[in-house]
Structures are given as C-alpha cells and as structure tokens.
C-alpha cells in the first residue's frame, strides 16, 4: 500500500520568492511519483514525475522536484514564484503493477503568491 | 494524441432528482478509467475505476453509480441526488499498460445540489 503526506494547506510566498511544497510518501514497492497542479475550477495537470530514472526531476513551468529514498520525500521546488503559480498542487504516488498502479493522491496545497 | 472530454461543465440539480455525467477517451484503446469527487476541502476522493468494458470497481460506497458501456466511455450516475452529492468531479484515464499510473484528467463537472 503507498500513501502520501503534504504537510500543511496552504503555503503564501512572495512573487519571485522560491516555493517549496514538500511531499513525503510511504510504499511498500519502490514508487512512482507524480506532482500534479490544479488551477480553480480546472482538471488536474501533470507538472512532473519520477519514474526511477534521474533523481532530480524537471517538470513545466520552471518547477522541479528531486526524489530522495533516504528521506521517503519528493519535494517540489521553484526558485522564483509567479503570480501565474497560484494554484493548488497534489503529490501522489503509485507502485507496482495491475491494482498497485493507481494512484494514491496526497490532500493537496493551496499556493499563494503575493505581489 | 489522446484527449478527454467530460461534460456537463456545470450543473445545477434539486435533492432527488438524478445525474448522469459523461466522459470520454479519444486516441487510445483499452484504457483505465476512473471518477474522483473533490468537495470543499478534501482532497481528491476515488469513486469508480474500471479496466474493461462492463468492468467496475467501487472504492467508497455512495449514492452513485458508474458504467462503461463502451471502451472510451465513462459514465457516473445517480437515481436521486443527494446535498452531500455536490462537489467537483473529475474524469481522467491511464493507459492500460501503464506500469506507473499517470493520470490524465478532464476538465471536470461542477455539480450543486439545491
């Protein structure tokens, strides 16, 4: 079974200010892991994900996230905030194969970015 | 390339009546697909999943219900809404031979229930 925390519900930097959403999971399996960011009354979209090839990950939009085992943890970083950032961001993670291929979604971040 | 489509956007229903909401895949065969129901506040909720046609797996037991009468066509319904019905829903697929997951949403369905 895998499961992921995100610390926290919202997170408010400064615009240009570095962003850091922190994401740890939890996995029986060695794990895929996924960012994924939702703007308001839109479907969820892929920023990045690691699927156990380079530790440290880019994604869209200048973001990325580096895996470490160690720390059970999949950060998501941007060095400098954009307004166009605000938004809410999920990490989620999956393992294996057949069932243990789905999903299991984090409870989300609500980014804010001040002017 | 593969899209999703999931409509209605919006939809606004009095307690009792019914839903269907649909979506479907273009540009692949054989997908998984899955329902979510995001409310206020909770995170992303897994409803329905399935990985055939006819095939459905319910993650939580509701007020709804899901088909898939054809590959690339997913189906959430109800009989009689509920207040607690309301939320945000969101359609996404996997491929089937995906060995990591990855989602691919659609544009989501606001549903209110008055």
């Known amino acids: 079974a895998q499961s992921v925390t995100q610390l926290g519900s919202h997170v408010s930097v400064s615009e240009g200010a570095l962003v850091l959403l922190r994401c740890n999971y939890s996995s029986s399996v060695p794990p895929y892991l996924f960012w994924y960011v939702q703007y308001p009354n839109q479907g969820l979209q892929l920023l990045l994900k690691y699927t156990s090839a380079a530790t440290l990950v880019k994604g869209i939009n200048g973001f990325e996230a580096e895996f470490k085992k160690s720390e059970t943890s999949f950060h998501l970083t941007k060095p400098s905030a954009h307004m166009s950032d605000a938004a809410e961001y999920f990490c989620?993670?999956?393992?294996?194969?057949?069932?243990?291929?789905?999903?299991?979604f984090g409870k989300g971040i609500t980014l804010s970015v001040r002017p | 390339s593969q899209t999703i489509h999931q409509w209605p956007a919006t939809l606004v229903q009095p307690v009792g009546s019914p839903l269907s909401l649909e979506c479907t895949v273009e540009?692949?065969?054989?997908?998984?697909l899955y329902w979510y129901r995001q409310a206020a506040g909770r995170g992303l909720q897994l409803l329905f999943y399935?990985?055939?046609?006819?095939?459905i797996s319910s993650e939580v037991p509701q007020n709804l219900s899901a088909s898939r009468p054809q590959d690339r066509q997913f189906i959430l319904s109800s009989k009689k809404l509920l207040l607690s019905d309301s939320g945000f829903y969101l359609c996404?697929?996997?491929?089937?031979?995906?060995?990591?997951?990855?989602?691919?949403f659609g544009e989501g369905s606001r549903l209110t229930v008055l």
């Open positions: 989620a993670v999956s393992g294996g194969t057949g069932a243990n291929s789905k999903l299991t």
């Open positions: 996404a697929w996997s491929a089937g031979y995906s060995n990591t997951g990855e989602l691919f």
């Open positions: 399935s990985v055939g046609i006819g095939q």
């Open positions: 540009g692949t065969s054989n997908p998984n």
